[in-house]
């Protein structure tokens, strides 16, 4: 069922829902981007409809909400551990196309990978997804070629006409905040991104050959393993586990789960002093590879969706989206010196 709102009317849903619900929403932050008179589109908390950035990519992601950077697992002492307290609001989070898509690609490794982890189901199971329409792409967006442009795996879609508010919803959960509201309208038409002007073309023939292309030398030079990619990526989900005991009693402590990157330095470090990918070409294979051909093989479709942050974000301008598109060239190098 669609609604008509006027601003007022949906600010006043937003306070009903958030007596129940945490909400967030791509915001400006004011003078904390890169430089000190530049501003920061990340997630954040919202109290009404003028604190949601509708048009601009937000630089950070929704992910943070379920799957946070920094999270405690457990608190420990010397004879038991206790989990932290959960908190009993639901989640609510607005986000675009492309980033619905990846909630079902992290659902994919955290729940449907032989284990569910218990941390992120806490989570996931509590929120609730209001899609953004997305009537014009960003630059580097390239959602179209990846077919992540449209989606229709989504809790509510909002819609800003000027003054008034286009609402759809597909869960029952939200019913009972727009109960009281008159105007009602069947049909919502729902903006997606038809072109982008960044498109890539993945070989057919892509295989794991293509490991021995001379193509992974550039990157050997250019990345510097910042890991920045990663941790701007909406799909990305590795994480590494540290013990933090406390100073007044080194026999107590918490431990936390916190965000990893492939494209840094030890991640890849082994018991024994054993260490892979040392190279950061091989990395950046390691990498591109796992985006565009290992998780398709495991699951049926790519792992990357196609929203450009990783190069928006890169301090020294590799282009993810470039490096795809000359993977047909790299294997036709494999090939012929097979």
Known sequence: MGYILTINEFNEIIKKLKKDNKVFAPKIF?????????????????????????????SFLYKEVIMPMNQTLFYFTEDKCIEP???EKGIIVFLRSCDMH???????IYLNNGLVDPYYKKLRDKTKFILIGCEKSFDNCFCVSMGTNISKNYDGYINVLNDEIE??????????????????????????????????????NLDISVM??????????????????????????????????????????ERKRVWASCQVKGYTDMAGGHSF???????MRFKVMHKVYDYKKRFGYHMCVGCGRCDDI????????NCVNKLEKAMDEVKKND
């Open 30 to 58: 004011l003078g904390e981007g890169t430089f000190s008179d530049t501003d920061l589109v990340r997630y954040g908390e919202i109290e009404e409809l003028k604190d949601i950035e509708f048009n601009k990519k937000s």
């Open 102 to 108: 990846s909630v079902k690609r992290i659902d994919e």
């Open 167 to 204: 609402f759809d919803i597909k869960d029952e959960f939200f019913e009972e905040y727009f109960k009281n509201v008159e105007k009602k309208k069947e049909d919502i038409n729902i903006k997606f991104a038809k072109e982008n002007e960044v498109k890539v073309n993945i070989p057919e």
């Open 212 to 253: 021995d292309s001379s193509l992974w030398k550039e990157y050997s030079s250019r990345c510097i393993a910042c890991g920045r990619c990663n941790f701007v990526c909406p799909t990305c989900t590795c994480f590494t586990m540290q013990d933090i005991f406390y100073k007044d009693n080194s026999k107590a402590g």
């Open 85 to 87: 307290k959960e908190d």
């Open 314 to 321: 890169c301090p020294e301008y590799i282009s993810f989206s």
């Open 277 to 283: 990918r040392e190279d950061k070409g091989q990395r």
